[in-house]
């Protein structure tokens, strides 16, 4: 299905990010997995894709830092000759009440999930235009929907994302690119598993399907936007929450 497909995926040393880096690879594509700090993860993640046949390269970054992704993207062009998927993950949380949260934790949570997905989105734009083809998936989330107590960083980020990828959709949609987001509600991950059981019972409740989906949900669903199967489908933010924010 992505056979001969290069792919960036950011913040894919773990969870929701490595198992779209996996979904991706198994269905053909070459996956840049790229990271920030966790080097042993990444590389794990290149074994098991190298492992099962495919093929897949780590690469160090840090999405907030510009000049880092303008050297990323660079640096796939000169080895692959293209960028034909790019999914925008990479991710943090500094969770805290409004009265409590420091200017720092708001700004971080800013600078990796929003200004991040806008420096790599810019790099990608410039290549996928020459090329007029590539499908973009930015991970956006039922919080930046349906906002969440503690989460103003967070919520004004993902919200932001997905004022992102309808704007891009409409600049790039001429040239035949797709640029659509995803937002994932609770899914089982290292994240929620530091969830209290009372947190979980709560959040339970607000799910018509009444359980926690798995991060392959969210993979199939990335892997379906990146596919020619989904060629008419841009602007658009898929909802994978079992309900939650409808």
Do not use: W
């Not at 708001?106 to 734009?125: E, M, P, R």
């Not at 947190?199 to 199939?220: C, S, W, Y």
Request: aromatic content about 6%; some cysteine; glycine content about 10%.
């Amino acid at each position: 299905m992505l056979k001969d497909k290069v792919a960036i995926v950011t913040g894919a040393s773990r969870g929701i990010g490595r198992e779209i880096a996996l979904k991706l690879a198994s269905y053909g594509a070459t996956v840049i997995v790229n990271y920030c700090g966790s080097k042993e993860k990444a590389e794990e993640v290149v074994a098991y894709i190298e492992g099962q046949g495919g093929r897949a390269v780590t690469y160090q970054g840090n999405v907030a830092d510009a000049e880092s992704m303008k050297e990323m993207f660079a640096y796939v062009i000169k080895e692959f000759g293209r960028v034909d998927i790019l999914v925008n993950n990479a991710g943090i949380t500094r969770d805290n009440l409004i009265l409590k949260m420091s200017e720092e934790e708001f700004d971080a949570v800013i600078d990796t999930d929003l200004k991040g997905v806008y420096n790599c989105l810019k790099q990608a734009s410039r290549i996928m235009l020459k090329q007029k083809s590539g499908r973009i998936v930015n991970i956006s989330s039922v919080v930046g929907v349906l906002g969440n107590a503690g989460q103003v960083n967070y919520a004004a980020a993902k919200a932001g994302v997905i004022g992102m990828t309808k704007s891009l959709a409409r600049e790039l949609g001429s040239r035949g690119i797709t640029v659509n987001a995803v937002a994932p509600g609770f899914i089982e991950t290292e994240m929620t598993e530091t969830l209290s059981e009372n947190i979980k019972e709560n959040t339970l409740t607000q799910i018509p399907l009444k359980r926690f989906g798995k991060v392959e949900d969210v993979a199939e669903t990335v892997a379906f936007l990146v596919s020619d199967k989904a060629a008419y489908i841009t602007g658009q933010t898929i909802h994978v929450d079992g309900g939650m924010g409808m």
